[in-house]
């Protein structure tokens, strides 16, 4: 078989330069963009072998209710599936990469306060859906039968699944009722 180099030298150029004088990486980032993205991310990925970033995602995932199989740090097929499910349900282009504007949207709620060190901050939660008009009883932390009650509320009234449960679209309708008091609270 024969290859046709017409008019393509320039190009041929181009990435023997770049990988002679920036290296595999260069090269990787030209031709795979969200993968040189989620290597920057969380790192080199060694198949079978744990992730502290990649164990991280895996634990917002299924916060926010995604299932991302078992908490392990690997990179499987069901992160891989869960990452995708997010991406569409967030608007984002489902390359099941771990992209930085994945990243983004998954760790929006740890910037505000909701997650914190890889848990839901249950007591802004309850302190939240009474700013938003839904009694969530006493405001300790704890979700017991009045704060799953108000979360149902609080979802029907905002059209969202009720199913009372405290996802990422929940988490995202209850952020708006966020105050500077409440998130140092």
């Avoid at 320039?10 to 090269?27: N, V």
Wanted: with cysteine.
């Amino acid at each position: 078989m024969k290859v046709d180099l017409k008019g393509k030298p320039l190009i041929l150029a181009c990435l023997l330069s770049c990988f002679f004088f920036s290296g595999c990486d260069a090269l990787y980032r030209l031709l795979d963009k969200e993968g040189a993205e989620e290597k920057a991310l969380v790192g080199d990925i060694i198949p079978f072998e744990s992730n502290t970033t990649v164990e991280e995602i895996q634990s917002l995932l299924y916060l926010y209710g995604y299932n991302a199989g078992k908490i392990d740090g690997i990179l499987g097929l069901r992160t891989r599936n869960a990452i995708e499910k997010f991406q569409k349900d967030n608007g984002l282009e489902p390359t099941r990469f771990a992209d930085q504007g994945t990243w983004e949207k998954l760790s929006v709620f740890k910037e505000n306060g909701l997650v914190v060190e890889g848990q839901l901050n249950a007591r802004l939660v309850q302190s939240l859906l009474k700013e938003a008009g839904f009694d969530p009883g006493k405001i300790d932390g704890k979700i017991g039968a009045k704060t799953k009650e108000a979360v149902r509320a609080f979802q029907k009234a905002h059209k969202l699944k009720v199913d009372g449960k405290i996802g990422y679209q929940t988490l995202s309708q209850l952020a708006l009722f966020l105050t500077e008091e409440l998130q140092s609270d």
